[in-house]
């Protein structure tokens, strides 16, 4: 069992960047994949980007493909999610989750980060 804690949200004007980082708590992601979500408010949770558990495959949602970067720290058992060029559009409550796969289920899933992106 592992459990995803998220960091690195905040305010940042559009075109600005932000790193979100995910550490594993009392497990380890090396038997998991790794998934980003996130919600805004009034929507519903949505898929960003997921990295395989070896951290040799990635999928991103086309809204952020060429912007965002979702890569592993194997060493400090952390996810990270480097987003660039950033839009209004991408403010939102940012999830981590772990599973079995890169398309689910998504067993964990951490508290959430805050990213906001000012025009």
């Known amino acids: 069992q592992v459990q995803p804690v998220e960091s690195g949200g905040g305010l940042v004007q559009a075109g600005g960047s932000l790193r979100l980082s995910c550490a594993a708590s009392?497990?380890?992601?090396?038997?998991?994949?790794t998934g980003w979500f996130r919600q805004a408010p009034g929507k519903e949770r949505e898929f960003v980007a997921a990295i395989g558990w070896s951290g040799g495959r990635t999928d991103y949602a086309d809204s952020v493909k060429g912007r965002f970067t979702l890569f592993r720290d194997k060493g400090k058992n952390s996810v990270y999610l480097q987003m660039n060029t950033l839009k209004p559009e991408d403010t939102a409550v940012y999830y981590c989750?772990?599973?079995?796969?890169?398309?689910?289920?998504?067993?964990?899933w951490g508290q959430g980060t805050q990213v906001t992106v000012s025009s």
């Open positions: 989750a772990a599973g079995w796969s890169m398309t689910g289920p998504w067993a964990y």
């Open positions: 009392g497990g380890t992601f090396s038997r998991y994949a």
